[in-house]
């Protein structure tokens, strides 16, 4: 039996990268690919990520995710249960479903509120919102463009455990 392939998506601060982490440590052998690793190796001539992608931008972040789901191809052939995490919204998410097709992902859709975005976006070190780009950007855009596939889970109310529960079905 092959192990699982999970893809987990949802606006910044969604709790993305802190389910990934948590979901991996249940299966005794397994891989976290988070995208974000693969923007961070571009030292010079990065583009700037935002609620607009200019042509230079769309085709980087095209690039991380091509390179993210080779990556996630990899470890789930040498035998590895892979949770990919990434900010995937609308067609991002299909092309990424489909270059992984063959694999059967889970597909997992983190959709807080936008006031819970907003909450742990101000409690985490790294914060992706300002005043010119709020959470509910994201959050909007990710309910208008994304189609309905996969588990769409709101985790404002529940615990890091819970969500993960609910994504094994437990």
Known sequence: MSQPLFIITGAM?????????????????????GGDAFLRMIVNGGAVM????DAEARAQLTLRQEIATDVVRRYHR???????QDILIGEDLLS??????????????????????AERDRDRAKTGYSDGFPPSVLAEALVRETPRVGKWIDSSGLTVEEVVAVILGE
Not at 50 to 53: A, C, D, T, W, Y
């Open 13 to 33: 601060a969604a709790g993305k990268s802190t389910v990934a982490k948590a979901l991996v440590q249940r299966f005794p052998r397994s891989a976290h690919v």
């Open 78 to 84: 040498a035998g590895f249960a892979v949770v990919y």
């Open 50 to 53: 935002g609620p607009v992608l």
């Open 96 to 117: 990424a479903i489909d270059r992984l097709a063959d694999l059967e992902p889970r597909v997992v859709v983190l959709a807080p509120s936008i006031e819970t975005l």
